[in-house]
């Protein structure tokens, strides 16, 4: 979610079936989950983008969880 790119039009929090997205008055954004798939109805409905997919594989996610893992052992038997 670019937080820069939206405007605060809450359209992604009629479109969201589970109810998850918030609009924070403080900040004039939203804040929502991560729990949809594939083409999630809030990035779909967003009309200025700043909403969008990533596949968590696709970014290197596990890899980097093993790197973390590794090193965080190596520091622990230092
Ligand atoms: S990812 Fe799915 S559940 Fe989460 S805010 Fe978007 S539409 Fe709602
Ligand atoms: S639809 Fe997009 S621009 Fe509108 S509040 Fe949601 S994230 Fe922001």
Redesign the pocket.
Known sequence: ?LED?????????IACPFGT?NYVADTG??QKCDLCGGEPA?AE????G??TYIDASWTGLSRMQQWADKLGNQNAAA
């Open positions: 979610m790119v939206c405007v605060g039009c809450k359209v992604c929090t997205v954004k939203v809030c409905a967003c009309p200025t700043a909403i």
